[in-house]
């Protein structure tokens, strides 16, 4: 059977003139909606309040130990995951925080903290190994 996915981001413009909107393949949906789950704060989308991760819940925690607040964003991740990608088979994900020199534009450079984000699993429709790794920097207080 085989599955159409819509790809992101959804061009409304091309649904309103009924023109076929770009699809991709299940690898490319997955990625994309693990994504999305990353980059959405718990209470942000209004038609689910549960989307989301807890990443946004700790954006400028600079009181945590880094090993602390790594297992807890690891653990959020994982249920969010495990609730809103089905797709998705026995999820593992790594976390890693690290300090990163950004420059300014203006010759200074500033530390800001930085998340590396590793998710792996299996696709349930076809049995095939997935991995996605996601990056991007949070608490632009942080330096």
């Known amino acids: 059977m085989q599955m159409e996915f819509y790809s992101l981001p959804l061009v409304l413009e091309r649904v309103m ?6 699809k991709c393949t299940v690898q490319q949906s997955v990625r994309q909606h693990l994504h ?3 980059t959405t704060a718990f209470g942000e989308f209004p038609g689910d309040e ?6 946004w819940d ?4 600079n009181v945590t130990s880094a090993h602390k607040l790594r297992e807890i964003i690891r653990l959020s991740l994982h ?3 495990l609730e809103q ?9 790594e976390v890693l ?9 203006q010759a200074r450079h500033h530390i800001k903290k930085k998340i590396d984000i590793t998710i792996a699993g299996t696709l349930t429709l076809t049995n095939e190994r997935l991995t996605f790794r ?10």
Do not use: A, M
């Open 36 to 38: 999305l789950l990353l």
């Open 134 to 143: 996601d990056s991007f920097f949070v608490g632009p207080l942080s330096y």
């Open 79 to 81: 249920q969010s995951i």
């Open 97 to 105: 925080l690290r300090q990163e020199e950004v420059p300014d534009g």
């Open 58 to 61: 700790h954006d400028f925690d």
């Open 17 to 22: 003139r009924k023109q076929e909107h770009p």
């Open 85 to 93: 990608e089905r797709r998705l088979g026995n999820p593992r994900v």
């Open 50 to 55: 549960r989307f989301g991760c807890g990443i």
